[in-house]
């Protein structure tokens, strides 16, 4: 017996009939992409770059906040340091007060925190 082979109205057969469709889809899909691409361009442009400026602006904020918290750590440190100068100074020049002070405050403190 003899195969015979399916022919399409064209004269060719159904599977470069088939082949030749899956061959213009695939062209008409990637056009479909690559148009869609140069459409959606300009956007995601503008999308990247705005993220850009989003991020300089944050940047910027972020210095200008380290930058002011990093000068009130140094006044506040400045400040503790004063503060430390003096009661050594205090101290040195009321030694006995200082220790009167102490005393007093140790025992008020065990009263507060004493468990009866």
Known sequence: MKSSKFNSPNGGNVQHTLEGGVVTAAKA???T???????????????VSSA??????A???????AGAIGNKGDK????GKK?????ES????HPVASLGVAVATGYLLSRLFSSR
């Open 52 to 57: 850009h400026v989003a991020v300089d602006h």
């Open 76 to 79: 506040l440190n400045d400040s």
């Open 83 to 87: 503060m430390i100068a003096l009661a």
């Open 59 to 65: 940047s910027v904020t972020a210095n200008h906040a």
């Open 33 to 47: 992409i690559d148009s869609f691409s140069e459409a959606a361009r300009p956007a995601l442009d503008h999308m």
């Open 90 to 93: 205090y101290v040195h020049d």
């Open 29 to 31: 899909a990637h056009n």
